[in-house]
């Protein structure tokens, strides 16, 4: 699939969307992480909050989250070498020693450190969007995704909005993956897909997703992409991530130690709707 979309660097969308009430926006005009807003952490349950804090700054009214030279894995023990940073709406896990975890990657993995449940932001259908740059090192990629809050172990899907690798991103086209992922949902089958548009990611680009009751509708600076006829039917929440896998058959592309430190990933904003009409459910996004 390879789609015509507007150029470089495309504007910030208003921020008001006709039809639409906003229920959540981070604008990242800083100097720290809105903690009303996030948890800055990466899924702390499988490692501690000490290892999973990000490393980022603020630049021009943007969140900047990096990968530094000397940053150390976030989970060694469950996750190998690792490194991320990332924030999140939402957490919940069992106690130290349990398999009762969001986002549980790895049949391996048990609770280190045991969490405070908590829902700073955890909808059920909305429209979500973020203006965002990704990056142009091979063995890095960004991404904003949601997961099931998981309360319960079948409510595990994800959705990606995107996920920007920069062994794909070019001056002229780059590839872009998207897609929804069952993980221990039975009710939802893997629909991810990759293709390739004629614009730089490492460039501004506006990433949304309509998600109703019914299906899932992905956008790139407000041109639909593609529509998937299936629904994850609870809560979720927002991830917002960098990662580096520093080894050499990565899926990502090997690592080129001549590249640059930090590795940056640069967020505009991130912003939650709901239809003014709603979506004839009745179930609220609140937490």
Request: contains cysteine; negative net charge.
């Amino acid at each position: 699939m390879r789609d015509e979309l507007p150029g470089d660097d495309f504007p910030a969308n208003p921020f008001h969307k006709p039809g639409y009430i906003l229920e959540f926006n981070d604008e990242f005009d800083g100097p720290e992480i809105d903690t009303d807003k996030w948890l800055p952490y990466y899924l702390p349950h499988w490692s501690s909050r000490a290892a999973s804090a990000p490393k980022y700054t603020f630049a021009d009214s943007c969140l900047v989250l990096q990968i530094t030279h000397d940053q150390p894995p976030w989970c060694p023990e469950f996750d190998g070498e690792v490194r991320c940073s990332s924030i999140q709406t939402g957490t919940f896990s069992g106690p130290v020693g349990s398999s009762l975890g969001q986002h549980r990657f790895s049949s391996a993995c048990v609770v280190r450190e045991a969490q405070a449940n908590v829902r700073k932001y955890t909808p059920q259908f909305g429209y979500f969007e973020t203006r965002v740059k990704g990056l142009t090192t091979s063995a890095n990629h960004v991404s904003l995704w949601m997961i099931g809050y998981e309360d319960s172990p079948e409510r595990s899907a994800e959705i990606a909005l995107f996920e920007l690798l920069g062994a794909r991103t070019g001056s002229t086209s780059s590839s872009v993956r998207y897609g929804v992922h069952p993980w221990g949902d039975p009710n939802i089958r893997d629909e991810f897909f990759e293709d390739t548009f004629d614009i730089d990611t490492a460039h501004f680009h506006v990433y949304g997703l309509e998600w109703t009751p019914t299906q899932l509708d992905f956008y790139i600076d407000n041109v639909k992409l593609r529509t998937i006829h299936q629904s994850p039917q609870y809560s979720m929440q927002l991830m917002l991530s960098i990662y580096e896998l520093p080894f050499a058959d990565a899926w990502t592309g090997a690592l080129n130690p001549s590249d640059p430190y930090p590795k940056t990933f640069t967020i505009d904003y991130v912003r939650g709707y709901q239809p003014e009409a709603g979506y004839g459910t009745g179930v609220s996004s609140a937490g």
